[in-house]
């Protein structure tokens, strides 16, 4: 049985920030808005026949229009009937499927730090959670391959992969792919959250496990519209999968949600219509982003890691304070006004020496000038 663990840590350092009147680098929402022609082609949709349930699976035009897009830019050919699945948010499609997948007796390796929603979503579904560490370095995030390898065992029903990741930034490649497929047996299925596949930095290209044969039939990726279009107030998301992954799915998820928001879905299949190069854009769009909050970090004492994806930097203050991580971000918010999130919370066991943060840069140029500007005054005060 689910515990209740009391609010999140995202929930926690933003009622902080309001507290205290600070910058909010914690929460991992965009403080832009999204394009003008998106919310128009919201408002059409209000006007049509929108008021009413999808069907279950979503939209067959936004699964069509998802369908050539992922062709167009990833090169992964999906049939809309059969393989995509709408849902609200990422969040409840990854749910879904750890739902419909996993059971009592059964192990799933989670990758860590990791994302909180995916523990209690593994200990809901009565499997049990195995956690292989990352390893962390200035430089580059790399999987522990021994130690991955060593907590595979006849139980492993499912590895979690999120890429790029948060909170680390961290991008798997193709040889990645090719590691993890030779290490879990056959009938082990890989659940990759892709929230922010349109943010793969540095020239790079995102790599996913339905670009390896070995993995494409046993391997289902969440995507997020609510990440690339910036509309997370949305909550719309899709899962691709094979088809007999995609029928499970659904199998659980018609009960837990049933079907996303109509009139958001028609104005991201406009959107995908009328504008199929936007997400071409994100990737130098957020890169100047970090750039530039990595710039501004500069003399104030906090060591910032490499990010090669998502819209988040981890920062290593062991050269500013000796606190525990959390007690550290809550004193950075009061006395230098900066919300951040510290990286406990995303462990199970976390390291004891550990001493990082993360900020989120997908704010305005001036927010993120102003962050690095309070770092360095309060480091002299």
């Not at 928001?261 to 199929?276: E, K, M, N, Y």
């Not at 998502?310 to 971000?329: G, H, I, K, P, T």
Request: proline share 7%.
């Amino acid at each position: 049985m689910f515990a209740p663990a009391g609010l999140s840590i995202f929930a926690e350092m933003t009622a902080l920030a309001q507290r205290y009147g600070a910058l909010n680098l914690a929460q991992g929402f965009p403080e832009f808005g999204p394009d003008p022609e998106l919310i128009a082609a919201f408002h059409r949709a209000l006007d049509a026949e929108s008021a009413q349930y999808a069907p279950m699976p979503g939209l067959l035009r936004l699964r069509e229009a998802v369908a050539a897009d992922q062709l167009r830019r990833n090169g992964t050919a999906y049939d809309p009937q059969h393989e995509i699945t709408v849902v609200p948010g990422a969040t409840v499609g990854i749910f879904s499927a750890i739902q419909a997948l996993c059971g009592p007796g059964d192990e799933v390796i989670l990758l860590e730090p990791a994302y909180d929603s995916y523990h209690p979503a593994v200990v809901m579904s009565g499997a049990v959670p195995v956690a292989v560490p990352l390893e962390i370095a200035a430089e580059r995030v790399s999987v522990h391959w021994d130690a991955l390898a060593a907590a595979v065992t006849p139980r492993t029903k499912m590895i979690v992969v999120n890429s790029p990741h948060n909170p680390t930034g961290m991008v798997w490649t193709h040889q990645d792919w090719a590691e993890l497929a030779a290490r879990i047996p056959e009938g082990a299925v890989v659940l990759s959250d892709e929230v922010y596949e349109t943010m793969v930095f540095d020239g790079a290209s995102l790599a996913s496990p339905h670009h390896n044969p070995s993995l494409r039939h046993r391997s289902l990726r969440a995507l997020s519209f609510g990440k690339t279009y910036h509309v997370t107030g949305w909550k719309l998301g899709v899962v691709l999968a094979p088809e007999n992954l995609s029928m499970r799915l659904r199998t659980a998820y018609q009960f837990i949600a049933f079907s996303a928001s109509t009139p958001a879905q028609h104005s991201v299949a406009d959107f995908l219509a009328s504008r199929p190069d936007y997400p071409n854009y994100l990737a130098d769009f957020f890169q100047a982003k970090r750039d530039l909050l990595a710039a501004s970090l500069k003399e104030s004492g906090f060591r910032t890691l490499h990010s090669a994806g998502s819209y988040f930097l981890l920062v290593d203050y062991s050269a500013v304070s000796d606190l525990a991580d959390r007690e550290f971000a809550e004193q950075l918010t009061r006395e230098a006004g900066l919300a951040t999130v510290p990286l406990s919370p995303f462990y199970r066991v976390p390291p004891k020496e550990e001493r990082m943060l993360r900020l989120c840069f997908a704010k305005e140029d001036a927010t993120l000038r102003e962050a690095g500007q309070r770092l360095r005054t309060w480091k002299q005060s």
